[in-house]
């Protein structure tokens, strides 16, 4: 690898790290929209056109978990776990950076 090369994926790594220091709060999982009925007879859901409510779910050892976020926390749940999706990918492409320093020899 030549010093070109080296100093171009030194750049990428640290505009990464700068990357990383710009992602908020971070939560693993996926916001899913799930129908339910109410209970009342004379309901539209009762007639099988069910509510339609979001919630967070996520899977902690071995076990799916879910939480009510309604249509109040649906856009900070949103924020959180597209926060997380860029956060991995950052991750990813870091990785694939520092594989190269490393079979390159470069230590910085």
Do not use: W
């Not at 690898?1 to 640290?14: C, I, P």
């Not at 859901?45 to 076990?63: D, M, P, V």
């Not at 949103?78 to 926060?83: F, G, I, K, L």
């Amino acid at each position: 690898m030549n010093k070109r090369e080296q100093t171009k994926l030194l750049k990428r790594r640290q505009m990464l790290k700068n990357k990383l220091k710009q992602i908020g709060p971070v939560m693993r999982g996926t916001i899913v929209m799930l129908g339910t009925k109410c209970g009342n007879q004379k309901c539209k859901c009762a007639r099988g056109e069910k509510h339609l409510q979001y919630y967070f779910s996520i899977t902690i050892n071995r076990k799916t978990k879910l939480i009510f976020l309604g249509k109040a926390k649906l856009t900070i749940a949103t924020e959180y776990v597209a926060n997380y999706k860029k956060l991995i990918d950052i991750t990813e492409e870091m990785t694939t950076i520092n594989m190269e320093m490393i079979k390159a020899g470069i230590m910085a």
